[in-house]
Structures are given as C-alpha cells and as structure tokens.
C-alpha cells in the first residue's frame, strides 16, 4: 500500500493541470513585478544639477584647543582643559587645572549681566520691548523673542540666566541707565571691583569671544552672585512659562543637573561658542561643604555636564580630600 501511495504521488501531471499549474505561475510572476520609477521633472533634474555642492567645513577650534591647554593632564581625566573647585566659605583649592588661563567665556557672561541688574535696583515690572537692536549681530543666532516681543525685565532676567536667551539679555544691557555703552562699561568696572584682573567684557550676552576671563576670576564672581537669592533662584528654575502674543510658552534650563536629585544646586550657568568651547559655572553643596566649581573650554556637547560629574563623585568617595584629615595636602597635590 506504502509502495501505491508514493506510485500515485510520482505520476506525470496530466494536461489540464499543468495548464492550470502554467496560468497560475504567471500570474505569481505578474504580481511580483516592480513598479517602474516615476519619470522625474525634468525641472526637479536640472535644479539638483545646478545646486552648489556643499562643503562641510570643520568646526572652528576653541581658544583652549589652540593654546594647547587640553594637553595639560589631570587626575580626573577632565575634558574641560580650565577646571577649578573651590570652598565658598574658606577658599581651600580643592581641585586647580589651568585656573589663571584667559578664555572667552560665552553666556557665563550673562552672569555678570544679571549681577549688574539686581544691584541697580531696576524694576522688575517694567516692561521692556525686543527691538531689531537686540539681534544677533555676531554669531547671527535666532531667537523665539520676536521682534517687537514685550516681557517685563523680571521675565527677561529669568530666561536669560535659565535659557540663557541672548535677546533677553542684550535688552537688559541696552535698558540700563546710560544705555548699552554705560552697561558695558559698569560690567568692566564691577570686575575690577571684584579682582577680576584677567576679566574683560565688550557686550552683555556672551555671544563676542571678547568677552573673556579666567576661572579663578570667575569664582569671584559665582561667590558674589550667590549672595542675592533672585539670581540664585532664576538661574537654577528648571521651567518658565512667558506668553509670546496669543501663545504661553514654554523655556526650558541649559544644565540638566538642576533637576537631578542628587544634586544641590544654588546656583549656575552655562555657555558655548566655537571660541570658548562648553562651559558651566556653580555653585552646589556636596559632604556638607559648599563648593564653587568652574568649568571652561570642554570637548563634547555634554562633557561639561560629565566632568561635573566626575568632580562629584571624587569628591564623595573616601579618597576625596573632604572625607579625610590631610584635606590640604590633597588639595595642594591636585593643584599642582
């Protein structure tokens, strides 16, 4: 029977089936046929041939790059090639990489900007217009601050220390008593104040590589800044919410580290431009102690953010010269 069976199943097909096995077969072929290709525009073929082939051009280097400073090692490996930590309460140098190098410093400049607002007692409610004065110039960046945009100063504040918004900024600058040019001067004038001898501002944003200073001078200035709580308070808000015409909104932080919980942030900023590479300043409280730490001139969109990092998790594990007597000597080896 096994051997009928496989008979039967080897016997040649007859006509009609191999008909009908023949049409079936071409239609699976049909059906498996590819489309042909839209013919193209022939306007569509001429544009793509006359369009300009474009160049990628490399980044420009930052100041630090061609000064050589990320040769300058350190234990931490930092990417940042300026890195400097310090105690707010007794100045004990915890941590020192290249700290007296003189580098553009970009939006760390609105730092300053703020500083100078807070002090002169400039009403926050007043309201102030974005006019086509407050565009970038430098850089020619956009902004979501139309012009024409009316916010009050308080608001201008707020996102230029959050957002880091350069036409909030350049419109703080410009409403000063005396305008833009007495602005610029009382910034240049409040860093020597200060000790700020290796700092130099040419406008309120940071936008300019003119605007430079060193971390040490820097530190100065976080340590004097911390002092007025609306800068503390603006500059570590995670979100603000400003109504732009008919539309609430929303402006989100540049340093991701204000809504980590293992954080204690009191204060921040960030800035970037090719000339100065990332960078952030803050202050924050680690092992009970509150500490300043500057970061200029990093490599990498988020190597700022990494070496703060670092520097935390250094300074809280036992090698950390907090968490032992001989602090100071650890101090002064890193410093070297």
Not at 208 to 234: C, G, M, Y
Request: a positive charge; aromatic letters at 4%; charged letters at 20%.
């Amino acid at each position: 029977m096994l051997l009928t069976g496989l008979t039967a199943s080897l016997a040649p097909v007859q006509p009609a089936q191999a008909a009908t096995a023949s049409s079936s077969s071409k239609a699976k072929a049909k059906t498996v046929r590819k489309a042909k290709p839209a013919p193209r525009s022939p306007r569509k073929v001429a544009a793509r041939a006359a369009a300009p082939v474009r160049e990628i051009v490399p980044a420009k280097p930052s100041f630090g790059q061609m000064y050589g400073l990320h040769d300058t090692e350190d234990p931490l490996d930092l990417k940042s090639s300026v890195a400097f930590v310090v105690d707010q309460d007794t100045n004990e140098v915890l941590f020192s990489k290249n700290p007296q190098a003189v580098l553009p410093i970009a939006s760390i400049t609105k730092l300053m900007t703020a500083l100078l607002v807070v002090e002169a007692n400039q009403s926050l409610d007043e309201k102030l217009t974005i006019s086509d004065e407050d565009k970038d110039t430098e850089k020619f960046t956009g902004s979501r601050l139309a012009v024409g945009t009316t916010l009050t100063r308080g608001e201008l504040l707020h996102l230029a220390l959050m957002s880091s918004e350069n036409r909030a900024a350049h419109a703080l600058g410009r409403n000063y008593p005396g305008g833009l040019e007495a602005f610029v001067a009382a910034m240049n004038a409040k860093a020597q104040s200060l000790g700020m001898m290796d700092t130099h501002y040419v406008e309120p944003t940071g936008l300019s590589s003119r605007n430079q200073s060193s971390a040490k001078d820097l530190a100065a200035l976080v340590k004097t800044a911390h002092q007025f709580p609306l800068i503390r308070e603006l500059s570590t808000s995670p979100e603000y919410t400003v109504a732009l015409g008919r539309k609430q909104v929303r402006f989100g932080t540049t340093n991701g580290l204000v809504r980590k919980s293992d954080w204690d942030i009191g204060l921040q900023k960030t800035g970037f431009i090719n000339e100065a590479g990332q960078c952030l300043v803050m202050q924050a409280q680690l092992a009970g102690r509150k500490l300043i730490m500057v970061f200029l001139d990093s490599a990498g969109k988020y190597s700022r953010i990494g070496d703060a990092e670092r520097v935390r998790k250094w300074l809280t594990s036992t090698s950390s010269p907090l968490a032992t007597v001989s602090a100071p000597t650890a101090a002064t080896v890193l410093a070297k």
